[in-house]
């Protein structure tokens, strides 16, 4: 079964608007941690933000928030005032505690519109 | 499961060991992608195959080589590797569907090097 499900495989922004991005996750471990990647056109991943199963408050980064409702299994990245610089791959993944595995979604092909 | 087949799952080797990663899929996909994630560190694209041509070499050393002898099996072969190389190593294969790409991870092996 997929761990980690992104359902968006591609999805449009306004420039200066905000933008969010749906991550769902399966897991029995009690002790995971979530992360979110984005991948430019150059094919490097660049770690943008994490939330720890634990973690009272929701993640945030400069732009970056990580929208967590642990209730519904759900880790949706929301980047506010969208630049052309966002337009790139975005990679949700799970790390869990029990056998530290890493698990990934499919990814989600933002494009940024002028 | 995402269709990506990796072997070994774990591999434990002494510094002076040969030994190769195997990457599989029958997806049809024509990219391939080898990513090393180190422990507390983020995600990091090591090679990029399409059409099993190298494409992206992020300086990685050279006792990493890889492989591409079809667009189903990638191979990543290992020599005289450091302790540092420690790690676990993540193949992926893309996909374009619907005018976007998607990108399938395998499980990854999780290498010790003694």
């Known amino acids: 079964a997929q761990k980690i499900t992104q359902t968006q495989p591609g999805m449009f922004v306004q420039e200066k608007e905000a933008v969010t991005l749906d991550c769902t996750y399966d897991?029995?471990?009690?002790?995971?941690?979530l992360f979110w990647y984005k991948q430019p056109s150059s094919g490097e991943m660049i770690f943008l933000i994490y939330q720890g199963s634990y973690d009272q408050q929701n993640a945030t980064e400069g732009r970056y928030s990580l929208n967590f409702q642990k209730a519904r299994k759900s880790a949706n990245l929301v980047i506010s005032a969208s630049q052309l610089g966002d337009s790139a791959m975005y990679f949700c993944?799970?790390?869990?505690?029990?056998?530290?595995?890493?698990?990934f979604g499919t990814g989600t092909s933002l494009t940024v519109i002028p | 499961e995402t269709g990506v087949t990796q072997t070994p799952r774990h591999l434990v080797m002494g510094m002076t060991n040969k030994k190769s990663l195997k990457c599989e899929q029958h997806?049809?996909?024509?990219?391939m992608y080898w990513y090393k994630q180190s422990a507390k560190k983020p995600l990091e694209l090591m090679f990029v195959?399409?059409?099993?041509?190298?494409?992206e070499n992020n300086s990685v050393p050279s006792r990493f080589s890889p492989e591409c002898p079809n667009s189903s099996h990638l191979f990543l072969h290992l020599h005289t590797l450091q302790p540092e190389d420690s790690a676990l190593y993540l193949c992926?294969?893309?996909?374009?569907?619907?005018?976007?790409?998607?990108?399938?991870f395998g499980p990854g092996t999780r290498l010790t090097v003694l």
């Open positions: 195959y399409s059409l099993e041509e190298r494409v």
């Open positions: 993944a799970m790390r869990t505690r029990v056998g530290n595995q890493f698990y």
């Open positions: 992926a294969s893309r996909r374009l569907a619907g005018g976007v790409y998607e990108q399938f």
């Open positions: 997806l049809g996909h024509n990219a």
């Open positions: 897991t029995s471990d009690p002790s995971y941690g």
